[in-house]
């Protein structure tokens, strides 16, 4: 279909209006492609007209001239439970020179799953009228599933919130920058945070969400605070929300669970920059030996154009903590979290490791696996982190094997050796601006930390090595993101090691000037065992230019756990009894760990 216009007068509107549709299930999308080419071509939008509701709800819109080319467009409209249709409006204000189309539209996922025969397990729910058959974590998080309200029907409204009404009982951070706003249709910028809420798939809904325009600031945070919780005990209490995170601008969006009360916790998921316009279901399970409370923190990116978006917030299998009693803080006169000196009772074998606070026993390769397997993460500690920005002026656990072992005997020499140390841009020296960063790249101020090689030590060919502590086991799409700056005519090489017993290997490297900016860098390690990760910088042939890194993250390197329920449809089983999503076969990548996934019998 396409637009030919005839007449000038000055405003003029072409409708074109879908069919009534009476419902549609949760996961409901509708793509099409359109074309908005011309030099007056001006806009059209496409809006969502409700049964019962006056106000439309606009769920796309294209503002001016696209270029000769189709497009495609790609819109959740989630659960709808009333009769709806669309209407996609083109508006001509008297001066109108191109051409206006849409082609190829499409439905998927839109209907309410099928009625079951049967439906049998521990992790599934019968629906009461419908008959459908789902997963237990669909129940009690605030979108109606079923098609008839079943699984939302008896749930604990102190367990859930969609924001209609206020907060619920969640709460704003009095410690961070700004506060969460909450709102009702599109975000007041641009191309930029949800167009509707997540709970009604209308303009008419409220959910929460960051304002990332003037006057916040670059890594400015806002933090919601969660009530607080019994410990899990043996079940595991399982979170779930809603986020939207769409924008050029977009920067990160993380959860936090903290046991004491004035700490910012340990982080249990994060997420970066722009995922699109949709509205994306995370889950996430919780176990805590302590009464707990979950923290949801947005930071703002460098720019207006970094609207977050949050949205029904949901715990299923959690508890109340009795009462509105406090977390316990942090004394300044005792050090209140600090490791025991001595390990409590145990009856730990060679090869497990005692958990700090509980005496409980883990396998020893569950050390330092990215997981935390001990209530109080002790198994965790003296690993390498997961995400090291070297603000806090630490090294997150990495180390200089070598160093280590010279200061036994010539600490004096050390001063002069060519080594890795913390650095940044504000005390630099002179002869020194040309060739190292001015800047960090977490903070892009000259306030903000990195690591670097200082070529002003040592000699042409020499090394420097930061090495992990020992990592036990990572997943198979585990990979390493870090941020490197080697800038200066002379400057040396990085690279990035792999080391298990006396076997080294170079996983990725560099050499020669690239330049004086940040270039960000991805480096795969799938499945590996009992290693370490070696960054080394080789030293030039002069002291013009030093080597650099900054913001070092491991993604996804957690190892697979096996479940105790059956895979779902949308999931391979592996012969080693794990699940994969179906995506993963024959992708060259040993996701199952045993190789099952990418057998040519598949």
């Known amino acids: 279909m396409f637009?030919?216009?005839k007449s000038n007068s000055i405003s003029q509107i072409a409708r074109l209006r879908s069919p009534k549709f009476r419902q549609t299930g949760s996961n409901c999308t509708l793509s099409f492609w359109y074309y908005n080419y011309g030099q007056s071509v001006g806009a059209a939008e496409l809006q969502l007209l409700v049964d019962g509701l006056k106000q439309p709800t606009v769920l796309w819109r294209t503002y001016y001239n696209e270029g000769n080319q189709w497009l495609k467009a790609v819109i959740q409209l989630g659960r709808l439970p009333h009769p709806f249709q669309f209407s996609l409006d083109k508006i001509s204000l008297g001066v109108y020179e191109g051409v206006s189309a849409i082609d190829d539209i499409r439905f998927e996922n839109c209907a309410l799953p099928p009625p079951a025969l049967s439906c049998e397990g521990p992790n599934r729910f019968w629906c009461r009228d419908t008959k459908a058959c789902i997963d237990s974590l669909l129940l009690c998080d605030l979108v109606d599933d079923c098609g008839d309200g079943s699984d939302e029907d008896s749930c604990d409204l102190d367990l859930q919130c969609n924001f209609e009404n206020g907060l619920c009982n969640w709460e704003q951070d009095v410690q961070d920058d700004f506060d969460w706003i909450r709102i009702q249709g599109p975000t007041p910028t641009v191309n930029t945070g949800p167009l509707k809420d997540h709970t009604t798939g209308t303009a008419r809904g409220h959910y929460l969400y960051l304002e990332s325009s003037e006057p916040r600031q670059f890594r400015d945070k806002a933090v919601l605070l969660s009530p607080l919780f019994n410990p899990s005990g043996y079940r595991t209490c399982v979170f779930r929300f809603h986020y939207h995170m769409f924008g050029k601008e977009v920067y990160k969006l993380s959860v936090f669970q903290r046991t004491v009360s004035n700490t910012k916790g340990w982080l249990l998921w994060y997420k970066f920059g722009n995922q699109e316009n949709r509205w994306i279901r995370q889950t996430l399970f919780i176990s805590s030996s302590k009464p707990f409370q979950i923290l949801v923190k947005g930071i703002v990116g460098d720019g207006f154009t970094g609207d977050i978006g949050l949205d029904d917030v949901s715990f299923l299998g959690c508890t109340l903590y009795n009462g509105k009693r406090?977390?316990?803080?942090?004394?300044?006169?005792?050090s209140g979290t600090s490791v025991p000196a001595t390990l409590p009772m145990n009856n730990c074998t060679e090869k497990e490791f005692v958990c700090r606070a509980s005496g409980h026993c883990?396998?020893?390769?569950?050390?330092?696996?990215?997981?935390p397997d001990c209530s109080d993460k002790s198994d965790e500690s003296a690993c390498v982190m997961?995400?090291?920005?070297?603000?806090?002026?630490?090294?997150?656990?990495?180390?200089?094997?070598?160093l280590e072992q010279m200061l036994g005997d010539y600490s004096i020499l050390i001063t002069k050796t060519f080594k890795w140390q913390l650095g940044r841009g504000a005390n630099l020296y002179p002869e020194e601006e040309q060739h190292c960063p001015l800047t960090d790249h977490t903070t892009c101020t000259e306030e903000g930390w990195y690591l670097f090689a200082d070529s002003s030590n040592g000699e042409f060919g020499h090394t420097a090595d930061i090495a992990t502590p020992v990592i036990s086991l990572t997943g198979p799409r585990c990979k390493i993101i870090f941020w490197n700056h080697m800038n200066g005519s002379t400057i040396g090489s990085l690279e990035v090691l792999y080391k298990s017993g006396n076997k080294t290997s170079k996983l990725w490297t560099q050499t020669g000037s690239q330049g004086p900016q940040w270039n960000r860098a991805e480096v795969f390690l799938g499945i590996r065992s009992n290693f370490q990760v070696i960054f080394r910088a080789k030293h030039g042939v002069s002291y013009m230019g030093d080597v650099a890194v900054d913001d070092i993250t491991f993604e996804d390197c957690s190892p697979l756990l096996i479940s105790d329920k059956p895979c779902t449809s949308e999931e391979f089983m592996c012969a080693n009894k794990y699940c994969i999503p179906k995506n993963n076969l024959c992708d060259f990548v040993n996701d199952c760990e045993d190789n099952s996934d990418e057998s040519p019998s598949i």
């Open 3 to 5: 637009i030919l216009k």
């Open 326 to 334: 406090n977390l316990p803080t942090i004394s300044t006169t005792t």
């Open 386 to 402: 997961e995400v090291c920005d070297f603000e806090d002026k630490d090294l997150c656990g990495w180390h200089q094997p070598a």
């Open 362 to 371: 883990i396998q020893r390769t569950k050390k330092c696996d990215f997981r």
